[in-house]
């Protein structure tokens, strides 16, 4: 079972990177990889077990629910429900740990699923680079222009 | 119950960090504060449940009980037994994690602990800001971050 572990420190305090990664339906408003975003049934991006449906630049579609989100971690969990991408059990972590030395924040960002063994490295691959890496750096633009 | 917490970013790869602060009779290799360390009863300094001995610059005597140690997760957990401070029930924990992105190394050292309630500030104060983060500026040093 692949595991993808990430993790950078951005020059900013947890809270307010915080206040842009709670939003379950945000980030299409931050990273490059989503065009758009809405959450099913009308429900708050809060409330656990909702559901975003989103289109990738690319056009595919997607849909995620929110397992967990807890404002006193700075945390939440989702899973993956629809993909075209041949991945499967796909549960994903983000939390942020306060870095006291500087007041910066340490941002972890990590999942495992299941795929079929010659699309391992691939997906792989582009889970790290392409959504979490690539969220890292869009997070420090966003957090920077709003500075 | 007091809580303690303080993080650092120091500029080396986890395994490097960890082979510095893993030994548990190791403080005085690098931690300014603590003049010399010896485990009792001369057993190995990563067996669980293993007491370390110390002696701070300042002259005073501080007695630790290892709890937990992990090379996988990278952290160290441990009590204390006798010290001056007028902790009751300590209990801290030096964790380790990477930075993925560039190399680095995200430190954590935690404390709970009961104490008379006028002496909390002090207390926090003294081990977060103090101990701690004087091990990690020492860290730092030597790392980089």
Redesign the interface.
């Known amino acids: 079972m692949p595991h993808i572990v990430k993790s950078t420190i951005l020059d900013a305090p947890t809270d307010a990177a915080w206040s842009v990664l709670r939003d379950f339906n945000g980030h299409d408003r931050w990273h490059p990889a989503v065009a758009t975003s809405t959450i099913e049934r009308a429900q708050s991006s809060d409330k656990i077990g909702c559901v975003r449906r989103f289109k990738l630049k690319d056009g595919s579609e997607l849909r995620e629910q929110l397992l967990a989100l807890s404002d006193l971690e700075q945390s939440f969990s989702y899973c993956l429900l629809d993909t075209p991408v041949p991945m499967f059990n796909y549960v994903a972590h983000v939390r942020l740990l306060p870095v006291t030395d500087g007041d910066r924040t340490f941002w972890h960002w990590e999942s495992r699923f299941t795929t079929r063994p010659e699309d391992k490295d691939r997906i792989t691959h582009m889970v790290a680079e392409d959504i979490y890496q690539a969220g890292f750096e869009a997070i420090r633009r966003h957090l920077k222009e709003a500075a | 119950m007091a809580r303690v ?5 120091v500029n080396a790869r986890n395994d490097r960090v960890w082979a510095r602060v893993r030994d548990f009779n190791g403080l005085p290799n690098w931690h300014p504060a603590i003049a010399e360390s010896r485990i009792e009863g001369g057993e190995p300094s990563d067996k669980i449940g293993c007491v370390r001995d110390f002696r701070l610059r300042n002259g005073d005597r501080i007695r630790e009980k290892l709890l937990g140690l992990s090379d996988y997760d990278m952290f160290c957990t441990y009590s204390i037994l006798e010290s001056p401070m007028g902790v009751e029930n300590y209990v801290a924990t030096l964790r380790l ?6 190399d ?1 190394t ?1 430190m ?1 050292w935690t404390a709970e602990f009961d104490c008379a309630p006028e002496r909390e500030t002090e207390l926090v104060n003294n081990i ?1 800001g103090g101990v701690f ?1 004087g091990g ?1 500026d020492a860290l730092k040093r030597v790392f980089g971050g």
Do not use: A, H
Request: hydrophobic share 30%.
């Open positions: 917490y303080v993080s650092t970013v994690t990477p930075v993925t992105d560039g680095q995200f954590e977060g983060q990690f």
